[in-house]
């Protein structure tokens, strides 16, 4: 059921760079499109693909044992970096994911969701 994509929440709490921050947000978009979800991402969602709070959230819970783990503020930094990193590769976009979706101005700023291309 589960696949090697599937996200790691503990492997998320320890990223120390950029690239694997980036490489766990993909993992929690693609389990959030999933319906075997176990952290009910789509529920928790707000209308993005990707909705920070929730995602640090449950990264937050994690507690790691030794050293050399980042502190909340700064992984939440390092993933609000990576999030914008994915912006400026195309990967993402800040906002909700359809356009008649009512977002709240306390949610502005820490959503994203994937950018759709036509094939050309």
């Known amino acids: 059921m589960y696949s090697d994509m599937c996200f790691d929440s503990r492997k998320a709490r320890s990223a120390t760079s950029s690239l694997d921050a980036e490489h766990s947000l993909l993992d929690f978009i693609r389990e ?3 319906s075997y979800s176990p952290h009910h991402i789509g529920q928790h969602s707000r ?3 990707l909705y920070l709070p ?3 959230e449950i990264v937050g819970g994690e507690s790691l044992p030794g050293v050399g783990s980042l502190g909340l503020p700064e992984l939440g930094q390092l993933y609000m970096d990576a999030a914008w990193s994915l912006v400026m590769k195309g990967v993402l976009r800040p906002g909700p994911k359809f356009v008649n979706v009512d977002v709240s101005g306390d949610v502005y700023g820490k959503g994203f969701s994937l950018v759709h291309c036509e094939p050309r």
Request: charged fraction near 10%.
């Open 32 to 34: 959030g499109a999933a």
């Open 47 to 49: 209308g993005f693909d």
């Open 54 to 56: 929730w995602f640090m």
